[in-house]
């Protein structure tokens, strides 16, 4: 069996004359929970569509659990629960009642799924509770419920937290964490909210304009976030040894153009410029760098727009 849950392979949708998306090559895999984190109209739900079947590509193609075929990729979707649209909730009936709609829609077998699945979610209190009393954050566990009925392997959610309060978005990232840990559930998840993804996401898909500008894990994200003090001197490696011997830190790294970001000595700053020059290095450039997750994705989006 592949590693790979997914693949996309030079992804393009495209409407009449404008890309939705183009060129989109992306990977996930398995447990995962990859983050597409685009603006509203970046792309984002028209490659979920893609994915999930509910729309096809202009070029490109797409791999679901190593298979491409039409044929394949029709029974692939089988193995996915999504939401990408809002979920098709009866109002006048019970959160059992949904599903138990919904089971018999789907030709789920056997009624366990039922109770299993909302105590799974946390909806299992409701009892005879009309939907239509029910709160948006209660909908959209609802709604995750019936993508988790039959039991899926991948799990695709198009702004799950839009339009719930704090208390809500909390609730739902720790069921999907809850989820990725205990049933090894793959997850994608895209928002236009960088912030929370971060506390759920593992992998990072950044698209803009329907291109994607760039794919990285969280730890990667992190280091490129991270404060951090910005050296440039007139040799690397003995600054590096001072860094070591003197200031006794090696939370530090030595960049391809000699660059030294040191992520230790930011209050201290006086500190490491007198290490440095006391061992004969002369200081080309000292400054404290770093940013918020948002004012990374903003430079990001804002470079290309100004290519």
Known sequence: MSEFIL???????????DFA??????????????GVIGQNGAGKS????????????????IELFGKTGTSELTEAHKRIGAIVEDPALFPNMTASENLEAHRLQKGI??????????????????????????????????GLALCLLSNPEF???????????????????????????EKELTI????????????????????????????????????KCRQHLRI????????????????????FEVLSDGTIKLYRYLDNVRKVSMALTNHGLVIEHLSENGDSLENY???????????
């Not at 039922?114 to 005879?128: A, Q, V, Y």
């Not at 695709?156 to 909390?170: A, F, H, V, Y």
């Open 7 to 17: 693949k996309t392979n030079h992804l393009t949708k495209k409407y009449n004359h």
């Open 21 to 34: 998306l183009h060129d989109v090559n992306i990977t996930l895999k398995k447990g995962e929970i990859y």
């Open 46 to 61: 028209t490659m979920l569509r893609m994915v999930t079947g509910l729309a096809f590509p202009s070029d490109g193609s």
């Open 109 to 142: 077998p056997g009624k366990d799924c039922i109770k299993n699945t909302l105590e799974l979610i946390g909806l299992s209190h409701t009892g005879n509770k009309k939907v239509k009393n029910f709160s948006l954050g209660m909908k959209q566990r609802l």
């Open 155 to 181: 799990l695709i959610l198009d702004e799950p937290t839009n339009g719930l309060d704090p208390m809500g978005i909390i609730e739902l990232r720790e069921l999907l964490k809850r989820l990725n840990r």
């Open 188 to 223: 994608l998840i895209s928002s236009h909210i960088l912030s929370e993804l971060h506390q759920l996401a593992t992998t990072f898909g950044i698209i803009h304009k329907g291109k994607l500008l760039e794919e990285l894990t969280a730890n990667e994200l992190d280091q």
């Open 232 to 251: 440039k001197v007139d040799n690397p490696n003995l600054g590096a040894t001072v860094l070591e011997d003197n200031l006794s830190t090696t939370d």
């Open 297 to 307: 994705f903003s430079k990001l989006v804002g470079s290309v727009d100004h290519e």
